[in-house]
């Protein structure tokens, strides 16, 4: 039950809203508030429920073979968990930007909630499709709200892109409900063991395809970095710490659970889409001269050090992917919250001009600083230990490259934050500037976002140190052995 | 008829992408993307199709063909509808702002 | 991770080093620097420093080794960038590659023996090992951020970089290849002739100490192939205190002269003998002459190589050594038997602190306790520390004679050479030098025409030669 409530609870907030809305125009910060608080807490529920005793609820009680299921196991649970801090963020971070006016955007933004949330839980091919489309329209939605040229712009780029993924997805489907005639997820994975070699072949390309341009990987990625910097901070942030995530969830799943035993050749294109990604993404992102486009593809990148991770085909490489994907949510959230408020506060985006913050907003730069060394892989911070983790299965896998793309990439990415934060620190104009031509914008201080991007700094440095202790690592090599363990989720959805 | 069907849809999908790929005008993107999704769907009822079969509908008259491709076809029609109708939208937008639905003058971003 | 690593036979020297380095880092540092906010900064910055260097020595395996060297590093970074940004961003990226490759060569390792621990590396991921304690330990080619780094920080820095810094490169190749392992002595070899030939021509005296770090780093690389890491070990001691004194008194000539141009210095001994004292005192001891630690320590790694390494690998390592006093002698003579009186007299500042300079020389005369204190050890593991055993006498001498050559002929050639960077080799070589402009015209494909590279590559074509016959 905790699982249903998982998704219905966001999306009764989002057909609540136009409802208040009618009887009151603007509407007040703690009613959204308190809705995405029942919201988050519907899905921190089922994380819970999931982690401790895997859950599966049929909806409607028919049998997996017809009806539609929903599954918690601990891959859900943690990625439930990454989407739930990641909103939570995000919402408080736009409820103080915004307050209560623009009704539209909370109602997209619980919209896009439940589908997150229906994506992570359900266990039926085609109606993660369906989540999936709900999804993407909110976001698509999300990326253009502010209406300007260059956020049309990026949503009808990523609007197509992200249709031609989507009808991947559903050809991927439409083969394997034509070659099996089933379409749930568990059942499927044992059916799939006996389907001819070609159509295996035809059924994985689609789907890898399709997720593959979803998340932004590097061929296909053109879509991200205008999106991902032409929306507004709170949704970029979301953008890029959440919704790629819930990307990577639907292909790990996937892949995991049909192709792990049936078509090796899978994991080998996802590493290779991987390792491109991580050098593409960091290349594009030296070159870069707008702050949001510069993490944009650093978002990029850090895609691609997931996807390495997933494409070890192992538990400890499932577990590092999940441990990177937790680690890049927060610092992501965090630069991008960061960096939005500073370039809000100097009304440019151009690294060069944005000078002399250190003097004027010291906690701002401090955070900046802490998570930018944290996503190069600074010990002692969670980025190190996370693409050691990613190193060390990728080395377990066999291959060398991809960790030693890694590797490299720690250089170039090192060298493109340096690059941001040395205009940081540089005195700016205004130290240089007469007193009486300045005249200091009265802007509100943003406590909320900063207390988040201070949180989220703090627990990457706890995070990095955590991840030696044994005890911890438990926790994340338990959640790649259920990512590969194909076997219990079939008898847990099948209840054999 | 199933594979006269079949190449009729893969023929569909190709042409929509390559609408999609080499035509500047961004109408034009949406009707590929429009032509890819109904070659998707064309296929996906083809597959339910049984030689001699009836409506699914009670009471049956002999054997039925199978009614869940028609329900997925419906699902993704209204999916398919949201989209192009968004992308409709945010294109009456853009050409607002440009006076123009090409993509060659539509070049805000970079990359 | 356990601190009783701290005190086992190859740490112990790194761990006497660090203490001494640090120490004498942190009160040079408070007379170095003049802003308050400087002093703070430096203070915090060489504890992190030596929190990570105790994290490097006790920690018991590979996944802390990285962990606590980019500590290290992150500190000297910092420290090198308040003055020089740009190196300091070049000194980054490159460890920050150095440690990547280690880590990937880690768990390359861990994949296959199932263990972190620090030990011998098994064979396909030594290459990993080498390259990455290779840019730590600035192997020739990876050196590129060794001169800039050495020679742009501020002085105490330069001594924490050159001192130990640069010394936990050769600590990972001991404790990684623990057996002889003849690439690295072939390695060493090039790198201590190539580090020394290249320390003849700059101007700036912090640029010659830092190509004679490289080329003292080849010796240890050297003794490391050798298989005698106690060698290494107690070479990378001394050496950490020569360069320690070194450095800092380059830091005093600096403040007190206002340069480091060894042609503005001409005759600068003679204005304020004690600034230039504590240098000339320490390149006495680092040129390697008969009596001091690095006369002994060279001597033992060159015959720790024994009669299996080809004969002209001793050959070039002794000609390395004798270009020491070459180079040396080329940044301190000027100070004292040139006049400068063409040129006007060079800045003098005030301020020249005679406690430091007495610091710096309190820091040697800790090597010549070593060496009466570590041939003790040595002769555990060594039998000969004397000097090359009777037969090798003619060819010591041949070596020494060819050095001095090179030197007298390189500094003839190179005398009007620009103040910044190296000549282009056209310049330098005309149709009379026979060979070597014959040389020049067959590699040319290979190398940009710049004099350094020309010189590695001339090496390795040597090198190649010599491995041939």
Redesign the interface.
């Known amino acids: 039950m905790t699982l249903v409530l998982a998704i219905v609870v966001p999306l009764v907030a989002a057909f609540l809203i136009p409802v208040f809305h009618l009887a009151r125009k603007t509407l007040p910060v703690s009613l959204i508030g308190i809705m995405g608080l029942i919201s988050l807490s519907a899905s921190m529920a089922a994380a819970y429920a999931g982690w401790f005793s895997p859950e599966v609820s049929l909806l409607g009680g028919w049998a997996p073979e017809i009806g539609i299921v929903l599954v918690a196991d601990r891959l859900s649970s943690a990625f439930l968990l990454i989407t739930g801090i990641g909103s939570g963020a995000a919402l408080a971070c736009a409820l103080e930007k915004f307050g209560g006016g623009p009704w539209r955007f909370y109602a997209i933004f619980f919209l896009l909630l439940g589908s997150m949330n229906g994506i992570l839980l359900t266990g039926d091919l085609f109606n993660l499709f369906v989540f999936y489309e709900i999804f993407s329209v909110a976001a698509y939605l999300l990326v253009a709200f502010s209406m300007s040229w260059q956020a049309l712009e990026a949503g009808l780029k990523y609007l197509v892109l992200g249709t031609i993924g989507a009808l991947f997805i559903l050809l991927g489907t439409a083969f394997t409900f034509m070659a099996t005639g089933i379409l749930n997820m568990a059942l499927l994975s044992e059916a799939l063991v006996s389907v001819p070699r070609e159509t295996l072949t035809a059924i994985s390309a689609c789907l890898v395809l399709g997720l593959t341009i979803k998340t932004g990987a590097f061929p296909v990625h053109f879509w991200l970095p205008d999106a991902h910097s032409s929306a507004q901070t709170a949704v970029s942030a979301l953008l890029s710490g959440v919704l790629v995530k819930v990307s990577i969830y639907a292909l790990m799943r996937v892949c995991f659970l049909f192709f792990l035993e049936t078509n090796g050749t899978v994991f080998l294109a996802i590493t290779v889409i991987g390792s491109l990604s991580a050098l593409g993404g960091h290349l594009m992102a030296l070159r870069q001269d707008d702050i949001k486009r510069l993490l944009a593809y650093s978002t990029v990148a850090q895609i691609g050090y997931i996807l390495i991770g997933v494409g070890c085909a192992s538990a400890a490489g499932a577990a590092a992917a999940v441990f990177h994907s937790f680690n890049h949510m927060l610092m992501k959230m965090g630069l991008f919250i960061a960096a939005g408020n500073v370039s809000d506060e100097k009304g440019t985006r151009e690294i060069c001009k944005l000078t002399g913050l250190w003097k004027e907003k010291p906690f701002w730069v401090l955070g900046f600083t802490v998570l930018s060394a944290a996503i190069v892989g600074i010990p002692p911070l969670n980025g190190f230990m996370s693409k050691w983790f990613i190193i060390l299965s990728s080395a377990g896998a066999g291959t060398v490259i991809p960790a030693l793309v890694i590797a490299a990439g720690t250089v170039i990415s090192a060298a493109y934050y340096l690059r941001v934060l040395s205009a940081f620190v540089s005195p700016g104009e205004s130290d240089q500037e007469d007193p009486f031509k300045s005249s200091p914008r009265k802007v509100r201080s943003k406590i909320v976002s900063l207390t988040i991007v201070g949180s989220f700094a703090m627990f990457c440095l706890a995070l990095g140190i955590m991840a030696f202790s044994p005890f911890s690592r438990e926790y994340f090599s338990s959640i790649g052995r259920t990512a590969v363990d194909v076997g219990a989720y079939v008898g847990l959805v099948t209840g054999r | 008829m199933i594979t006269l069907s079949y190449v009729t849809s893969v023929i569909i ?1 190709c042409i929509g ?1 390559y609408t ?1 790929m080499a035509r500047r005008n ?1 109408f034009k ?1 949406v009707l590929g ?1 429009a032509l ?2 109904s070659a ?1 769907l064309l ?2 009822v083809s ?1 339910g199709y049984i030689p001699g079969g009836v409506p699914p509908i009670e009471p049956f008259m002999g054997p039925a063909v199978n009614p ?2 028609h329900a ?1 076809t419906l ?2 029609i209204v ?1 398919g509808a ?2 192009i109708a ?2 409709l939208a ?2 009456i ?2 050409q607002r ?2 006076r123009s639905v090409d993509l060659d003058r ?1 070049r ?2 970079r ?1 | 991770m356990s601190l009783s690593n701290l005190f086992d036979g190859i740490n112990a020297p790194f761990l006497a080093a660090g203490l001494v380095l640090y120490i004498s880092a942190v009160i040079s540092g408070e007379w170095y620097f003049k802003a308050p906010g400087e002093r703070v900064r430096f203070r915090v910055l060489v504890a992190a420093a030596s929190a990570g260097s105790i994290g490097i020595l006790s920690s018991g395996n590979w996944l802390l080794f990285v962990f606590f060297l980019e500590i290290l590093t992150l500190s000297l970074w910092s420290m090198i960038s308040m003055k020089e940004p740009r190196a300091a961003l070049v000194y980054l990226l490159s460890q920050l590659a150095a440690a990547g490759l280690i880590l990937v060569g880690t768990a390359g390792v861990y994949a296959h023996t199932g263990s972190l621990a620090i030990g011998p590396v098994p064979e396909p991921w030594r290459v990993f090992f080498m390259a990455g304690f290779g840019i730590k330990a600035a192997f020739p080619l990876l050196h590129f951020w060794l001169p800039e780094a050495h020679g742009k920080a501020p002085s105490p820095a330069s001594a924490l970089l050159s001192g130990f810094a640069v010394k936990t490169g050769i600590l990972g190749l001991i404790r990684a290849f623990p057996e002889p392992f003849a690439p690295l002595v072939l390695i060493g070899t090039v790198m201590a002739f190539f580090g020394a030939f290249m320390a003849v021509f700059p101007r700036d005296i912090k640029r010659v100490l830092a190509y004679s770090t490289m080329s003292h780093l080849g010796f240890m690389t050297a003794a490391v192939g050798a298989g005698s890491g106690e060698i290494a070990a107690a070479y990378a001691f001394s050496h950490a205190m020569i360069k320690g004194n070194l450095f800092i008194s380059a830091g005093i000539v600096e403040k007190t002269f206002g340069t480091r141009d060894i042609f503005a210095l001409r005759g600068s001994g003679r204005l304020h003998f004690a600034a230039v004292a504590a240098l000339t005192a320490g390149a006495f001891f680092a040129a390697g002459l008969p009596g001091t630690a690095s006369y002994l320590l060279k001597n033992s790694v060159i015959s720790s190589l024994g009669h299996t390494a080809p004969w002209w690998q001793p050959f070039m390592l002794t000609a390395a050594g004798m270009m020491a006093a070459g180079y040396l002698l080329n940044i301190t003579a000027p100070l004292f038997f040139r006049d400068n009186s063409k040129n006007g007299t060079p800045k003098h500042e005030e301020g020249g602190n005679i406690i430091f300079a007495v610091l710096s020389v309190t820091i040697l005369l800790l090597v010549i306790a070593a060496d009466s204190f570590f041939p003790s050890i040595l002769h555990a593991f060594r039998v000969d520390t004397g000097f090359t055993p009777a037969s090798d006498k003619l060819e010591a001498f041949i070596a020494s004679a060819a050095a001095g050559l090179i030197i007298l002929l390189a500094r003839l050639r190179l005398k009007g050479i620009p103040e910044q960077g190296l000549p282009d080799i056209k310049i330098c070589l005309s149709m009379d030098e026979g060979p070597l402009y014959a040389f020049n015209r067959v590699s040319g494909c290979c190398h940009p025409g710049r004099l350094n590279t020309f010189v590695f590559v001339a090496l390795v074509f040597l090198v190649l030669l010599m491995l041939t016959l």
Do not use: N, Q, R, W
Request: charge should be negative.
């Open positions: 999908f992408l999609i961004l993107t993307l890819m999704e998707i296929i996906i597959s869940l491709p997925f699902t993704a999916i949201s989209d968004l992308a945010f294109i937008k853009l702002h440009y539509i805000g971003l990359g």
